[in-house]
Protein backbone atom coordinates (compact mmCIF):
# COMPACT_ATOMS: atom_id res chain seq x y z
CA UNK A 1 0.00 0.00 0.00
CA UNK A 2 3.11 2.11 0.70
CA UNK A 3 3.88 2.35 -3.18
CA UNK A 4 0.14 3.38 -4.04
CA UNK A 5 0.31 6.47 -1.43
CA UNK A 6 -1.02 9.72 -2.84
CA UNK A 7 1.11 11.79 -0.71
CA UNK A 8 3.60 13.98 -2.35
CA UNK A 9 2.62 12.88 -5.68
CA UNK A 10 1.10 15.53 -8.37
CA UNK A 11 -1.74 13.82 -9.50
CA UNK A 12 -2.25 15.82 -12.76
CA UNK A 13 0.29 14.20 -14.40
CA UNK A 14 1.26 11.02 -12.46
CA UNK A 15 -0.88 8.07 -13.25
CA UNK A 16 -1.31 5.42 -10.51
CA UNK A 17 -3.30 2.97 -13.45
CA UNK A 18 -0.82 -0.14 -14.47
CA UNK A 19 -0.19 -1.00 -18.06
CA UNK A 20 -1.10 -4.82 -16.61
CA UNK A 21 -3.68 -6.61 -18.52
CA UNK A 22 -3.90 -4.20 -21.45
CA UNK A 23 -3.38 -4.80 -25.01
CA UNK A 24 -1.61 -2.77 -26.97
CA UNK A 25 -2.78 -2.06 -30.85
CA UNK A 26 -0.28 -3.16 -33.19
CA UNK A 27 2.29 -0.57 -34.20
CA UNK A 28 3.86 0.42 -37.76
CA UNK A 29 6.12 3.10 -38.43
CA UNK A 30 5.62 5.73 -40.94
CA UNK A 31 8.54 7.83 -42.30
CA UNK A 32 7.85 11.62 -43.98
CA UNK A 33 10.44 13.23 -45.31
CA UNK A 34 10.66 16.78 -46.07
CA UNK A 35 11.65 19.20 -48.91
CA UNK A 36 15.32 20.02 -47.11
CA UNK A 37 15.67 16.35 -46.50
CA UNK A 38 14.61 15.83 -42.94
CA UNK A 39 13.21 12.17 -42.02
CA UNK A 40 10.72 11.87 -39.22
CA UNK A 41 9.51 8.45 -38.15
CA UNK A 42 6.29 8.51 -36.30
CA UNK A 43 4.42 5.26 -35.03
CA UNK A 44 0.72 5.13 -35.96
CA UNK A 45 -1.73 2.07 -35.18
CA UNK A 46 -2.43 -0.17 -38.20
CA UNK A 47 -6.31 0.66 -38.04
CA UNK A 48 -5.31 4.05 -38.33
CA UNK A 49 -5.41 6.50 -41.49
CA UNK A 50 -2.29 7.89 -42.46
CA UNK A 51 -2.09 11.31 -43.60
CA UNK A 52 -0.04 11.90 -46.38
CA UNK A 53 0.96 15.19 -44.86
CA UNK A 54 3.11 16.17 -41.52
CA UNK A 55 5.14 18.98 -40.30
CA UNK A 56 8.34 18.64 -40.41
CA UNK A 57 9.62 18.17 -36.53
CA UNK A 58 12.76 19.54 -37.93
CA UNK A 59 12.19 22.87 -39.91
CA UNK A 60 8.48 22.87 -39.49
CA UNK A 61 8.03 22.26 -43.38
CA UNK A 62 5.49 19.97 -44.99
CA UNK A 63 6.54 16.54 -44.77
CA UNK A 64 5.35 13.86 -47.46
CA UNK A 65 4.82 10.37 -46.63
CA UNK A 66 7.67 8.51 -47.83
CA UNK A 67 6.86 6.19 -50.60
CA UNK A 68 2.92 7.09 -50.65
CA UNK A 69 0.89 8.55 -52.80
CA UNK A 70 0.56 12.35 -53.58
CA UNK A 71 -1.34 14.20 -50.99
CA UNK A 72 -4.58 15.72 -51.94
CA UNK A 73 -4.01 19.28 -52.16
CA UNK A 74 -7.34 21.24 -50.81
CA UNK A 75 -8.18 24.38 -53.26
CA UNK A 76 -6.82 28.29 -52.13
CA UNK A 77 -9.95 30.29 -51.43
CA UNK A 78 -9.33 33.94 -53.39
CA UNK A 79 -8.89 36.53 -50.60
CA UNK A 80 -11.18 38.99 -51.39
CA UNK A 81 -9.75 42.59 -50.86
CA UNK A 82 -11.46 45.77 -50.13
CA UNK A 83 -11.23 46.57 -53.57
CA UNK A 84 -13.22 43.22 -54.84
CA UNK A 85 -15.80 44.14 -52.68
CA UNK A 86 -16.40 47.30 -53.84
CA UNK A 87 -16.60 46.10 -57.84
CA UNK A 88 -18.89 43.64 -56.55
CA UNK A 89 -21.35 46.67 -55.78
CA UNK A 90 -20.41 49.62 -58.45
CA UNK A 91 -18.45 49.68 -61.62
CA UNK A 92 -15.81 52.29 -62.86
CA UNK A 93 -17.90 54.91 -64.23
CA UNK A 94 -19.55 55.13 -61.46
CA UNK A 95 -16.48 55.25 -59.20
CA UNK A 96 -14.89 58.03 -61.47
CA UNK A 97 -17.98 59.67 -61.50
CA UNK A 98 -18.10 59.10 -57.69
CA UNK A 99 -14.34 60.73 -57.05
CA UNK A 100 -15.05 63.46 -58.99
CA UNK A 101 -17.81 64.74 -56.71
CA UNK A 102 -15.91 64.06 -53.42
CA UNK A 103 -12.73 66.29 -55.41
CA UNK A 104 -15.23 68.56 -55.94
CA UNK A 105 -16.60 68.99 -52.27
CA UNK A 106 -13.15 68.95 -51.34
CA UNK A 107 -12.03 71.67 -53.31
CA UNK A 108 -15.35 73.73 -52.25
CA UNK A 109 -14.68 73.12 -48.58
CA UNK A 110 -10.90 74.58 -49.01
CA UNK A 111 -11.78 77.73 -50.97
CA UNK A 112 -9.78 76.79 -54.29
CA UNK A 113 -11.48 77.28 -57.60
CA UNK A 114 -12.73 74.37 -59.94
CA UNK A 115 -11.30 72.99 -62.12
CA UNK A 116 -11.34 72.31 -65.85
CA UNK A 117 -11.89 68.95 -66.87
CA UNK A 118 -8.38 67.20 -68.24
CA UNK A 119 -9.09 66.01 -71.93
CA UNK A 120 -7.51 62.08 -72.16
Not at 16 to 45: K, M, W
Not at 77 to 101: A, G, V
Request: with cysteine; charged share 35%.
Amino acid sequence: MAERSLRGTNLSTLSLETEDNIAFSERQIVRYVCEQGHVSELPFSVEADVPGLWECGTCGAEAKLQDGPEPERKPVKHQRTHWDMLLERRSIPELEELLQERLTLLRASRGEKPRRKRSA
